[in-house]
Nanobody, 112 residues
Framework: QVQLVESGGGLVQPGGSLRLSCSVSGLTFSLYYMTWYRQAPGKERELVAGISNGDVNPYYAIAVKGRFTISRDSVKNTVYLQMNRLKSEDTAIYYC?????WGPGTQVTVSS
């Protein structure tokens, strides 16, 4: 059974940082391009970042480039999203995705 489980969300002030984790089980982690999406209230789900197994040329949405960093650990079967200099507009539910599978999401709220 494939499972993707996100963690690390929470409430943070503008300018602060959070690190999201997504633990993956039930599939061969090294074979899959891993992505993070987010969905803000009233908006469509959008791609935030993606990374291949070789960590070559990770993808970032323009809105997060230079502030967010995606990485992966093939020993722990985990993908991370380091989020720095957070803004109120980063408030959303963040989802981990691989192939046709989604995690349940983790809430990130940026507010003073």
């Amino acid at each position: 059974q494939v499972q993707l489980v996100e963690s690390g969300g929470g409430l943070v002030q503008p300018g602060g940082s959070l690190r999201l984790s997504c633990s993956v089980s039930g599939l061969t982690f090294s074979l899959y391009y891993m992505t993070w999406y987010r969905q803000a209230p009233g908006k469509e789900r959008e791609l935030v970042a993606g990374i291949s197994n070789g960590d070559v040329n990770p993808y970032y949405a323009i809105a997060v480039k230079g502030r967010f960093t995606i990485s992966r650990d093939s020993v722990k079967n985990t993908v991370y999203l380091q989020m720095n200099r957070l803004k109120s507009e980063d408030t959303a539910i963040y989802y981990c995705h691989a192939a046709n599978y989604w995690g349940p999401g983790t809430q990130v709220t940026v507010s003073s």
